[in-house]
């Protein structure tokens, strides 16, 4: 296998595994609940281009700097990942959805897609999958590769989240998926640490 598929694939599970019980998802269920579909899809796409340019961006200039200080800086982006993702993991209370479906005149195509645009870009910033994706890309130096990869699971997830709307989420355990994939990120930021120190 290449290193570009290589980084595409593992690009590809690592966020998707991360999103699908994360506030992207989320958020996008509670948008379909409230918007036409095709506005959410044009929203949420858009927010995930410019948020994984701006990772593979950090990322990328990650890779002019000594070898051992990406180590060091891979190892926190993963290590700041695996804490959010397990707080929300072992945090207590309920894996309630919020509803957000609330009657009205409807919104135009516009607005609806401007909307979803706005609280997905918001959503992505400094979330678990962007650090990903950044020190994804400083590891491999797969820039392009790693950068599709994340695009392609965002847009995955959003897709489930649209498709299958509020019905999916009562099946789902988010908090155990948070609790694995905070796990991973953990044993990923050690692996980049042990290579500061063994390296």
Known sequence: MSAAL???????????????????????????TRFRNDAVITGVVGAFVLQALIAVGFGS??????????SAIVGVLFGVGAAMLLREGFRTGEDAAHDAARAGAPVTFPRAALTSF????????????Q??????????????????G????????????VLLGRKIRSRLRPRLLQRVAGFVFAGLSAVAFGSVFLG
């Open 118 to 129: 706005g609280v997905l870009f918001a959503a992505e910033w400094g979330d678990a999958s």
């Open 61 to 70: 200039a990650l890779t002019f700097l000594p070898d051992q200080l990406v």
């Open 131 to 148: 650090l990903a994706t950044a020190g994804l890309v400083a590891r491999s130096a797969q820039p392009f590769a790693v950068g599709i």
């Open 150 to 161: 994340a695009f392609a699971a965002l847009v995955t997830v959003a897709g489930v989240a």
């Open 6 to 32: 290589l980084a595409f694939v593992t690009t590809f599970a690592l966020v998707t595994a991360v999103e699908l019980p994360d506030k992207t998802f989320v958020a996008t269920l509670v948008l379909t």
